[in-house]
């Protein structure tokens, strides 16, 4: 029998201790739920009854999908007794089956959502497409009880985790709600969620931008066999890549180019470091620098054709802090001042 690579698992791999008790003990509440003893699993997964005890201790990512494992076979459950029925072993993987022939995301995560539905009636699940951003939300349609934390945010996992493994792409997240009160160990769901956390929301979901529907699925029948025999768990982490990273850049630049004009600002609004940003563009082959100058320069040329202002308020608003450092930039962007080049007007450029 294959292990699911979907299993609840909270951090990358890692020596790191820093999955809360809390999930341990929803665990064991499924297992309480179907009349079963959690102590192998516990063994196996190298937990003290001290540890479980303790509200505030922190296993490692490791041992928690040791644990999953075990319960998801034990019980042969693995939505580990959140729902009125159980999802037998395997189920995970089905959806991930029926959703990888897909010819994008976009259908891809409708089909995940549609087949959800045949394992169980407590939730729904559903994809929002707008223009610019999309959400994937969870309806409840069951008390889910004692477990309604844990089954949330491990839903919207499965889903995070098989999307950035299709796409083969990190999808930075604009937003994960969740609608409970921030829990104790609130600390390690940005660990989860690459993103902004909202607590307190109307329903559980994650909203992240549209264009990355759009994107063509890059796994076959293969690399789901490999996938789903892996033991380790799909994490968002695996994906240093993000397959939309220059647009979603020059889309910020475009925004705001004076607040965004230091990598630190812009990295900040993309949720990751700038060490990172400048990595992942250069994967992408591209830099910061020819960005902003692509950027400020298609700005400027449009202030300057279309409107009257004063170059030094131009130089402004394409982020320049004065006319003289604009004025040199736009030399070397087009051979001539800015001055010049509005003169000329619209015509004598093409």
Same mark, same amino acid.
């Given at each position: 029998?294959?292990?699911?690579?979907?299993?609840?698992?909270?951090?990358?791999?890692?020596?790191?201790?820093?999955?809360?008790?809390?999930? *341990?003990?929803?665990?064991?509440?499924?297992?309480?739920?179907?009349?079963?003893?959690?102590?192998?699993?516990?063994?196996?997964?190298?937990?003290?009854?001290?540890?479980?005890?303790?509200?505030?201790?922190?296993?490692?990512?490791?041992?928690?999908?040791? #644990?999953?494992?075990?319960?998801?076979?034990?019980?042969?459950?693995?939505?580990?007794?959140?729902?009125?029925?159980?999802?037998?072993?395997?189920?995970?993987?089905?959806?991930?089956?029926?959703?990888?022939?897909?010819?994008?995301?976009?259908?891809?995560?409708?089909?995940?959502?549609?087949?959800?539905?045949?394992?169980?009636? =407590?939730? /729904?699940?559903?994809?929002?497409?707008?223009?610019?951003?999309?959400? #994937?939300?969870?309806?409840?349609?069951?008390?889910?009880?004692? #477990?309604?934390?844990?089954?949330?945010?491990?839903?919207? /996992?499965?889903?995070?985790?098989?999307?950035?493994?299709? *796409?083969?792409?990190?999808?930075?997240?604009?937003?994960?709600?969740?609608?409970?009160?921030?829990?104790?160990?609130?600390?390690?769901?940005? #660990?989860?969620?690459?993103?902004?956390?909202?607590?307190?929301?109307?329903?559980?979901?994650?909203?992240?931008?549209?264009?990355?529907?759009?994107?063509?699925?890059?796994?076959?029948?293969?690399?789901?066999?490999?996938?789903?025999?892996?033991?380790?768990?799909?994490?968002?982490?695996?994906?240093?890549?993000?397959?939309?990273?220059? =647009?979603?850049?020059?889309?910020?630049?475009?925004?705001?180019? /004076?607040?965004?004009?230091?990598?630190?600002?812009?990295?900040?609004?993309?949720?990751?470091?700038?060490?990172?940003?400048?990595?992942?563009?250069?994967?992408?082959?591209?830099?910061?620098?020819?960005?902003?100058?692509?950027?400020?320069?298609?700005?400027?040329?449009?202030?300057?054709?279309?409107?009257?202002?004063?170059?030094?308020?131009?130089?402004?608003? *394409?982020?320049?802090?004065?006319?003289?450092?604009?004025?040199?930039?736009?030399?070397?962007?087009?051979?001539?001042?800015?001055?010049?080049?509005?003169?000329?007007?619209?015509?004598?450029?093409?």
């Amino acid at each position: 029998m294959t292990r699911t690579a979907l299993l609840p698992s909270t951090l990358p791999p890692g020596p790191a201790a820093a999955t809360p008790m809390a999930f *341990v003990q929803a665990i064991c509440a499924g297992y309480a739920r179907y009349g079963q003893d959690p102590a192998a699993a516990l063994r196996q997964a190298r937990i003290a009854p001290q540890q479980l005890a303790d509200p505030a201790a922190r296993i490692t990512s490791a041992q928690f999908e040791t #644990l999953s494992g075990a319960a998801m076979q034990a019980l042969d459950d693995e939505a580990l007794g959140w729902f009125s029925r159980r999802l037998p072993w395997g189920s995970y993987g089905m959806l991930c089956r029926a959703s990888v022939t897909a010819p994008t995301l976009g259908v891809a995560l409708q089909r995940w959502c549609r087949h959800h539905a045949l394992l169980t009636d =407590d939730v /729904r699940l559903h994809l929002q497409a707008g223009r610019d951003h999309a959400v #994937l939300r969870i309806e409840e349609c069951q008390p889910l009880g004692a #477990l309604r934390e844990f089954c949330l945010l491990t839903l919207l /996992r499965y889903l995070h985790g098989f999307a950035c493994w299709a *796409v083969d792409s990190r999808i930075a997240l604009r937003e994960a709600a969740f609608p409970f009160p921030a829990p104790p160990h609130a600390d390690v769901y940005p #660990l989860l969620f690459p993103g902004p956390i909202r607590f307190g929301a109307d329903a559980a979901g994650t909203t992240f931008d549209a264009q990355y529907l759009a994107l063509p699925l890059v796994r076959d029948e293969a690399a789901t066999r490999a996938m789903l025999q892996r033991a380790l768990p799909l994490t968002v982490r695996q994906y240093r890549r993000d397959r939309l990273l220059v =647009d979603r850049v020059r889309e910020l630049l475009q925004q705001a180019p /004076r607040q965004l004009a230091h990598a630190e600002g812009l990295a900040a609004r993309l949720h990751i470091s700038a060490r990172t940003l400048h990595r992942q563009l250069r994967e992408e082959g591209a830099s910061l620098q020819s960005l902003k100058d692509t950027v400020r320069r298609d700005m400027a040329l449009d202030l300057l054709r279309r409107t009257a202002r004063p170059i030094k308020q131009v130089a402004l608003a *394409v982020g320049f802090q004065n006319e003289k450092s604009f004025a040199r930039a736009f030399r070397g962007w087009t051979g001539q001042g800015p001055g010049a080049f509005r003169q000329e007007g619209p015509h004598g450029h093409g």
